[in-house]
């Protein structure tokens, strides 16, 4: 099984930035698609990014595009969510998932994923 920590959360004002990380062990290597989603007070889990550990390919929502940016350091099972120009919408604790499979719709679907870290908190105030 996969292993999953995130790190990197806090406070901040609006206009910062924050880098999260999610460092994963176990079977990372294998044509698996690592998410951030994240879950604010009262609403459902809602997908942010997705990456692809092969190829690196990208997958925003679009109330992130221009100002998040999703990696991944194959070397060190790590993947980065870079988050500049936060917004007060933008509160919310953020979770790393894994799944085995590709970069498609069911990427968005937080019950696609197997395992998962047990999040990080971001808070951003105005």
């Known amino acids: 099984q996969v292993q999953v920590v995130e790190s990197g959360g806090g406070s901040v004002q609006t206009g910062g930035s924050l880098r999260l990380s999610c460092a994963t062990s176990g079977r990372t290597f294998s044509r698996s698609v690592v998410g951030w989603f994240r879950q604010a007070p009262g609403k459902e889990r809602a997908f942010v990014a997705a990456v692809t550990w092969s190829g690196g390919n990208t997958l925003y929502a679009d109330s992130v595009k221009g100002r998040f940016t999703i990696s991944r350091d194959n070397a060190n099972n790590t993947v980065y969510l870079q988050m500049n120009n936060l917004k007060p919408e933008d509160t919310a604790v953020y979770y790393c998932?894994?799944?085995?499979?590709?970069?498609?719709?069911?990427?968005?679907?937080?019950?696609?994923?197997?395992?998962w870290g047990q999040g990080t908190r971001v808070t951003v105030a105005s």
């Open positions: 998932g894994v799944q085995n499979g590709v970069l498609n719709i069911a990427a968005k679907i937080p019950r696609t994923y197997h395992s």
